[in-house]
Each structure stands twice: as C-alpha cells, then as structure tokens.
C-alpha cells in the first residue's frame, strides 16, 4: 500500500540554525500530490506547503521543499529556525483523482533558544 | 471563511458505550473523513466519504462506523467502545484536507 516515512520523532534545533524535516514515501499512484501540515500546540493541523511538480521548489512561511520523485522525497527545509516554528509536523501524500490522504507519524520540531 | 466544526470537543464514556462523534463544514466539499491522532502513529484515517449516502472504508476502520447524512454532516459511532479508541479525533473536508479542532475522547 501507499505509504509515508518520517525518520524522525523528534528535532531538536537552536533558533538562528537551519533545519531539515525528512519524508520519504511508497506510493502506487501515477499523479501525486504531497503536502507539509504543521499543527502548533492544542490546534488542528493547517496545509503549509503542497506540491505535485519534481524538481519543483516550493515555499512558503520561510519554508521550502522540493518533490524529488527519483529519490522519493520531499524533506522540509528552513534556513533559520524560529521558537515559532515549535510545533509538530507532517508530511502527506494523496493520490490525485483520489482524495485519500495518507500521512506520515509526524515529527515534532522543538526550537531551542 | 471556510470552516469544519467538531462535537463534542471532549467526550469521557466508559468501556463499551454507545459515543456519537459529530462533524458539520460549511466549505461546500464533496469528500469528509474522520481520522484519530495517537503519538507515534500520527494521523491514521479511519471512514471517508464523498457524498451524502456515501461510505469509503478507511486504514482503521475496526470498531467504527460512520455515517453521511447530508453534504454538510459527517459522523463517526462507536458502537462497544474500548479503552483503545482513547484518541484525539479529527475531522476533515477536502480540498487538501481542512481539519476541525478535534474531539478528544477517553474510554474508562
């Protein structure tokens, strides 16, 4: 089955540094969507970032990811982490056509001051 | 503005009761989904739907049901609840998925 990989549970980072989020990804479709949801403490997850092009950079909010479909990626990135950016994130695909949305684990990024 | 509210927003039964979690979005959005939040497991979906009428069975539908009685409202049941279903509950409207601010029930 179609499925997404967040290796990590937890990342830990000092305000000011670069941060990296990754999300790898198994899926059987042929057209994809992918998505960053972030949801900050007590309330609901909220789309950060989305794309379906490779090799495409996307950003927004300061963040940036690029879908590589080679590798089967689609890491989060931020050159300089904020104690606002705290808050777990995830990383999910849906096949498009299809609108089940599959999500990874999650990976709770903690900026530290 | 778009919007997807949840009902209750806790709810605490005992092992084997009778819960009705309700969902109502007012986006105008074909498709709805119920999905609980566990640590370590992230968002798993549980029923979704893309109609009144309509039922998709999800990735963890064991011990639920749900139920789409107009385009606007989505429910899920626990028929014989178990501390297991002890969870944050999440429902959802397309487009890209928008959540409501979740039910978090506790089965005793």
């Known amino acids: 089955g179609d499925s997404v990989t967040q290796t990590e549970g937890l990342v830990t980072v000092t305000e000011g540094l670069p941060v990296k989020l990754n999300c790898t990804y198994q899926?059987?479709?042929?057209?994809?969507?992918f998505f960053w949801y972030v949801q900050y403490l007590n309330e609901a997850p909220q789309v950060l970032l989305k794309?379906?092009?490779?090799?495409k950079r996307t950003e927004h909010q300061g963040f940036h990811a690029t879908l590589h479909k080679s590798s089967s990626s689609f890491h989060l990135q931020k050159s300089s982490a904020q104690l606002s950016d705290s808050a777990l994130y995830y990383c999910?695909?849906?096949?498009?056509?299809?609108?089940?949305?599959?999500f990874g684990a999650g990976t709770r990024l903690k900026v530290i001051a | 503005e778009a919007a997807v509210t949840q009902s209750p927003r806790n709810k605490v039964t005992v092992t084997g009761g009778n819960v009705t979690l309700s969902c109502r979005q007012t986006?105008?959005?074909?498709?709805m989904y119920w999905y609980r939040q566990d640590t370590g497991h992230g968002l798993r979906l549980i029923h979704y739907?893309?109609?009144?009428?309509?039922?998709q069975i999800g990735d963890v539908p064991d011990g639920y049901k749900a139920t789409r009685t107009t385009q606007e409202d989505f429910f899920l049941l626990l028929e014989l609840a178990s501390p297991s279903q002890t969870s944050l509950y999440f429902c959802?409207?397309?487009?890209?998925?928008?959540f409501g601010h979740g039910t978090k029930l506790s089965v005793l």
């Open positions: 739907s893309y109609g009144a009428g309509n039922l």
């Open positions: 999910a695909l849906s096949g498009t056509g299809n609108y089940k949305y599959v």
């Open positions: 899926t059987t479709y042929l057209t994809i969507a």
């Open positions: 959802a409207s397309s487009d890209d998925i928008f």
């Open positions: 986006n105008s959005h074909n498709y």
């Open positions: 794309s379906s092009t490779d090799n």
